[in-house]
């Protein structure tokens, strides 16, 4: 993924006290904080189910361009001021001042409460200072605005077996790689969680 290097800052601040993951949680900091820095088009809701119906039935390199998109599409809140500060939280977070990031996050989310990729970054924030119920709550606000981020969904799912509930990790992962089948990183989670799920229904 060509936003691993922008983000080592960032893997390094997600990583802190959680060794068992560490691997994991690194992955989720990059892609939460997926960087649209090119110009993106406008789009309604229907493009955005274009765009999911043909994730769920592209091939792996026909799946990364179409990742680009709803990413890009998902970071545009159609307000110049939100589109601001999501942008400066971000690059507060890649120059890992967490503190300005959440200043600047939480600004968003009280100026654009509907926007749900403010809730989804911010989460990424708590995620990395190990505020998990908090990182929860915003996952779960976002995934009310948009229930389809497969990447949310992802969140949670980390949240879930960091925690030690590797169960409802599993159901998470499992449906976020509904969503978007050839998405690496849930894949190797649901692969790493498979025989500990399969084991426990025996």
């Known amino acids: 993924m060509d936003i691993r290097g922008r983000n080592a800052t960032l893997i390094i601040v997600m990583s802190i006290a959680i060794n068992n993951l560490k691997g994991t949680v690194a992955a989720f900091a990059l892609l939460v904080m997926y960087s649209t820095t090119g110009i993106a088009q406008q789009a309604d809701l229907r493009d955005e189910a274009e765009l999911l119906r043909q994730l769920a039935e ?37 120059e890992g001042n967490v503190e300005a990031a959440l200043d600047h996050l939480t600004a968003l989310t009280d100026h654009a409460p509907d926007f749900a990729e403010g809730w989804h970054v911010r989460a990424s924030v708590f995620f990395g200072l190990e505020r998990f119920g908090m990182a929860a709550a915003d ?25 030690g509930q590797p169960e409802q990790a599993y159901d998470a992962y499992s449906r976020a790689l509904a969503i978007h089948p050839h998405h690496e990183e849930v894949t190797n989670a649901v692969n790493r969680l498979k025989p500990q799920i399969a084991g426990k229904a025996l």
Request: aromatic content about 6%; hydrophobic content about 45%; overall charge negative.
């Open 58 to 94: 592209a091939s792996p390199e026909q799946a990364a361009g179409l990742d680009r998109q709803l990413q890009s599409l998902w970071s545009q809140s159609g307000s110049a001021s939100a589109d601001l500060l999501l942008e400066r939280g971000r690059e507060a977070l890649d």
């Open 139 to 163: 996952l779960e606000h976002a995934l009310a605005l948009n229930p389809n981020n497969y990447e949310a969904i992802y969140g949670l799912g980390l949240i879930f077996e960091v925690l």
